[in-house]
Structures are given as structure tokens and as C-alpha cells.
């Protein structure tokens, strides 16, 4: 089995694609928690955690599904996870039960990280260094359609329909995605020699290296922070301040196009600085804006513009530190790249799921616990990459295991 050389451009595009499976399964049903809760006789903070039960799953996947894909290959991998994911949505299209909806959810979270985890290794079996990161940038900047449409579309569906056709719409998506997957992807994964890999060995080989660990802790406290905003967000905007339900897509839209803008400037920067310089500065930014938040709330009661422009700041700067970060890991692994991105996107799920899950437990109806969180993550992400990367990298992000 060798490898297909597809042009990169289309490649890009199918990979964005597969990955909008995660913003479009968290967000596209934002705007109907009020409704579900409703119809199933239960709380909004029942509703709220399935946010972060997806989350985990969806963690969960991704741990199991990058050595699944270092093992068996790309597209054994992504057709195995899109499988469940769509049981997963057709079981949440039927739940008729708060509990039901959960392990729903969890089912579908599974299957699209499993899935979801080949995207990067994809492009990097493809590229390395500043390409890849540049590379992932580009993904990025498609992806970011996917959350700024998603509480549209959730909105609309419920114009016309109720909240089980938000599901259905994710369940045909999931299957035109695969067809169109199946016809075109190439297998880019090169024919390994020698024995099967160990997962739980090549796991502890990313865990060993320090400015893994690096990375790794980066996108994870920054996560946190940004799901912290994303299960807040409804109860925020429509219950703490008054905003209609057709105004908060808006409210939310605005933070991906400043994520949208911030990674197209991260692929100009890329010709200048290192992934690791971006990053970090990214995370200075983060800070300043998670402070600002803070202290707006404990010295008085922000007004909605402060939070709508420090949190669009916060959530910008996702642009730099989830490419970088990814970037920087798997040059490290570049004969495991599956697991290596696994490992960095299930730590930053499963930490998004505990600030989402923390966040709905501890709701006062006050952004004051969603901040607190976001404040959190900033500082420890900030805090770790400064302790775990070195000071400078090799010019160009040459890096090697």
C-alpha cells in the first residue's frame, strides 16, 4: 500500500470537513437546551452537561482512535468512528429521556473523536514543520464556518421543526461526509515495517518528552477556558442579560470570526516566528483577557459589550494555540502522528469537559463561574508552557524526537 499524493487543496478541504464534526455536534444544539430541557421534563443544567458528556467521549475517541489509526490506517479509522458517531446521533434524535440523551451523546463524542483524531496525522504524514502548522492554519480557517453556522442552523431547524430534527440533521451530515470521504480520500499513511506499534508504549513516548508535555498542557488549559464560555454561553447571553434567542448566534458568531481572523494572521506570522513563539504570545493575550474579565465582575457588574470583547479576544487566540501546539507535538512523532494528536486532543477535550461539566454545576445565573474558569486555564496554561518548553526552538521548527 503506498500512499495517494491528492492535491493538497482538496485534501484540506475534505479533512476541515471531517473536523467541523466537532463544532457542529457541540453548537448546532446550543440554542435548543431551553427546548430539550422542556420536552424532557428536566433542568437546563441537565441539558448543559451533555455538553461536557460529549466532550469526553468525544476524549475518549480520540485516545482510542489515534493508535487505532496508527495500526490499521487513515481511512479504517475515520469510517469506523463516522459508524458510531451516526449511532450515536440517531439514538439522541430518539432519546426520550435525560439519561438517554446522555449516553447518547457519549456514544456520538466517541465515535467522532475516533474519527475526528486523523485530520491532523493526516497532514502530517503529508507536511512537517512551519508547512504543517500553516497547513493545520488553513484547516482551521474552513473549520471555523462550521461553529459560526452551527447556532444558526440550530436556530432555524427550530423555526420550522423541533430540537430531534437538529440531530437528524447531524445524522445526514455524518452520512454525506462519509460518502464523499469514501470516493475520495487517499490513504496517506505509509506501510509500516516491522512489528505493530504498543499503544500504551507509544502514549508514554509522547508523555516522556517535556515539550510535549508541553504542548499538550498548553491546549489543555486553554480548552477548559473555551468550553467554559461555549456551555455558559446560552444561560449568559439569553438569561443574565436579556438577549434574545435570534441576537445570541450573533453574539456567538462573533467569537469565530475573531478565531477565523486570528488564524489567517497566524499564517502570515508563521514566515517569522516559530509555532512556539506564537503560541505563547497567544497565551500572554489570553491572560490579560481572562484577568479583565474577572476583575470586571468582582469590582462590579460588566455591561455585555466588555464581556462580548474580552471573550471574543480569548476564544481568538484559540486560532494560535491549538495549530502550533499540534504542530509542535507531532514533528516530535512523526511515525505516530495519529497518537501523538490523539493524546493532544483528547487531553484538551476531557479538560474542555470538565470546565463545561464545572461550569453548568456550579451555575449561579452569573458569568462569574464561567469566568472563574477561564481565568484558571489561562493562568495555568500560561504557567506550564513557560516551565515545560525550552526557551527558543531550532529556526523553522525543525524538530525531532
Same mark, same amino acid.
Given at each position: 500500500?503506498?500512499?495517494?499524493?491528492?492535491?493538497? @487543496?482538496?485534501?484540506?478541504? &475534505?479533512?476541515?470537513?471531517?473536523?467541523?464534526?466537532?463544532? /457542529?455536534?457541540?453548537?448546532?444544539?446550543?440554542?435548543?437546551?431551553?427546548?430539550?430541557?422542556?420536552?424532557?421534563?428536566?433542568?437546563?443544567?441537565?441539558?448543559?452537561?451533555?455538553?461536557?458528556?460529549?466532550?469526553?467521549?468525544?476524549?475518549?475517541?480520540?485516545?482510542?482512535?489515534?493508535? !487505532?489509526?496508527?495500526?490499521? =490506517?487513515?481511512?479504517?479509522?475515520?469510517?469506523?468512528?463516522?459508524?458510531?458517531? /451516526?449511532?450515536?446521533?440517531?439514538?439522541?434524535?430518539?432519546? +426520550?429521556?435525560?439519561?438517554?440523551?446522555? /449516553?447518547?451523546?457519549?456514544?456520538?463524542?466517541?465515535?467522532?473523536?475516533?474519527?475526528?483524531?486523523?485530520?491532523?496525522?493526516?497532514?502530517?504524514?503529508?507536511?512537517?514543520?512551519?508547512?504543517? *502548522?500553516?497547513?493545520?492554519?488553513? %484547516?482551521?480557517?474552513?473549520?471555523?464556518?462550521?461553529?459560526?453556522?452551527?447556532?444558526?442552523?440550530?436556530?432555524?431547524?427550530?423555526?420550522?421543526?423541533?430540537?430531534?430534527?437538529?440531530?437528524?440533521?447531524?445524522?445526514? !451530515?455524518?452520512?454525506?461526509?462519509?460518502? *464523499?470521504?469514501?470516493?475520495?480520500?487517499? +490513504?496517506?499513511?505509509?506501510?509500516? +515495517?516491522?512489528?505493530?506499534?504498543?499503544?500504551?508504549?507509544?502514549?508514554?513516548?509522547?508523555?516522556?518528552?517535556?515539550?510535549?508535555? =508541553?504542548? $499538550?498542557?498548553?491546549?489543555?488549559?486553554?480548552?477548559?477556558?473555551?468550553?467554559?464560555?461555549?456551555? @455558559?454561553?446560552?444561560?449568559?447571553?439569553?438569561? !443574565?442579560?436579556? $438577549?434574545?434567542?435570534?441576537?445570541?448566534?450573533?453574539?456567538?458568531? @462573533?467569537?469565530?470570526?475573531?478565531?477565523?481572523?486570528?488564524?489567517?494572521?497566524?499564517?502570515? #506570522?508563521?514566515?517569522?516566528?516559530?509555532?512556539?513563539?506564537? /503560541?505563547?504570545?497567544?497565551?500572554?493575550?489570553?491572560?490579560?483577557?481572562?484577568?479583565?474579565?474577572?476583575?470586571? !465582575?468582582?469590582?462590579?457588574?460588566?455591561?455585555?459589550?466588555?464581556?462580548?470583547?474580552?471573550?471574543?479576544?480569548?476564544?481568538? &487566540?484559540?486560532?494560535?494555540? %491549538?495549530?502550533?501546539?499540534?504542530?509542535?507535538?507531532? +514533528?516530535?512523532?512523526?511515525?505516530?502522528?495519529?497518537?501523538?494528536? @490523539?493524546?493532544?486532543?483528547?487531553?484538551?477535550?476531557?479538560?474542555?469537559?470538565?470546565?463545561?461539566?464545572?461550569?453548568?454545576?456550579?451555575?449561579?445565573?452569573?458569568?462569574?463561574?464561567?469566568?472563574?474558569?477561564?481565568?484558571?486555564?489561562?493562568?495555568?496554561?500560561?504557567?506550564?508552557?513557560?516551565?515545560? #518548553?525550552?526557551?527558543?526552538?531550532?529556526?523553522?521548527?525543525?524538530?525531532?524526537?
Amino acid at each position: 500500500m503506498t500512499p495517494n499524493t491528492t492535491p493538497v @487543496a482538496g485534501l484540506i478541504l &475534505m479533512l476541515a470537513g471531517l473536523t467541523a464534526l466537532a463544532p /457542529l455536534s457541540t453548537d448546532a444544539y446550543l440554542p435548543a437546551i431551553p427546548a430539550i430541557a422542556d420536552d424532557l421534563g428536566v433542568s437546563i443544567h441537565d441539558i448543559e452537561l451533555t455538553v461536557g458528556l460529549f466532550l469526553g467521549g468525544f476524549a475518549l475517541g480520540q485516545l482510542f482512535g489515534g493508535p !487505532y489509526s496508527d495500526r490499521f =490506517g487513515r481511512r479504517t479509522a475515520i469510517f469506523t468512528g463516522l459508524s458510531i458517531f /451516526l449511532l450515536g446521533a440517531v439514538w439522541a434524535m430518539l432519546a +426520550e429521556s435525560a439519561h438517554a440523551l446522555w /449516553l447518547a451523546r457519549i456514544l456520538q463524542g466517541f465515535g467522532g473523536g475516533v474519527s475526528v483524531v486523523n485530520s491532523m496525522a493526516i497532514i502530517r504524514d503529508r507536511h512537517s514543520g512551519r508547512e504543517s *502548522a500553516q497547513a493545520m492554519s488553513r %484547516m482551521a480557517s474552513i473549520i471555523m464556518a462550521a461553529p459560526l453556522l452551527a447556532p444558526v442552523i440550530g436556530a432555524l431547524i427550530l423555526k420550522v421543526s423541533d430540537w430531534r430534527s437538529i440531530f437528524l440533521f447531524l445524522s445526514v !451530515y455524518g452520512l454525506v461526509l462519509a460518502l *464523499a470521504l469514501f470516493l475520495r480520500l487517499p +490513504e496517506t499513511l505509509a506501510p509500516r +515495517e516491522g512489528p505493530l506499534p504498543n499503544p500504551l508504549r507509544n502514549y508514554l513516548n509522547v508523555l516522556r518528552n517535556r515539550s510535549a508535555r =508541553g504542548y $499538550i498542557c498548553s491546549v489543555a488549559a486553554s480548552y477548559a477556558g473555551m468550553f467554559a464560555f461555549i456551555t @455558559a454561553s446560552p444561560g449568559i447571553y439569553i438569561g !443574565y442579560y436579556g $438577549i434574545s434567542p435570534s441576537l445570541y448566534p450573533v453574539l456567538f458568531g @462573533a467569537n469565530i470570526i475573531t478565531l477565523l481572523l486570528c488564524n489567517r494572521i497566524n499564517i502570515r #506570522l508563521l514566515h517569522r516566528f516559530t509555532p512556539q513563539q506564537l /503560541l505563547q504570545g497567544a497565551q500572554k493575550v489570553q491572560l490579560l483577557a481572562a484577568t479583565a474579565l474577572l476583575l470586571g !465582575y468582582l469590582l462590579t457588574p460588566a455591561p455585555v459589550w466588555m464581556l462580548l470583547v474580552l471573550v471574543m479576544l480569548f476564544i481568538g &487566540m484559540q486560532g494560535f494555540v %491549538m495549530s502550533n501546539a499540534m504542530a509542535g507535538t507531532s +514533528e516530535f512523532f512523526p511515525k505516530t502522528a495519529a497518537t501523538a494528536t @490523539a493524546l493532544i486532543g483528547a487531553c484538551g477535550f476531557a479538560t474542555g469537559a470538565v470546565g463545561g461539566v464545572l461550569t453548568g454545576l456550579l451555575g449561579d445565573g452569573t458569568p462569574l463561574p464561567m469566568v472563574c474558569i477561564m481565568f484558571t486555564g489561562a493562568i495555568s496554561g500560561f504557567l506550564l508552557s513557560r516551565w515545560l #518548553l525550552p526557551r527558543q526552538q531550532p529556526s523553522g521548527c525543525a524538530l525531532s524526537r
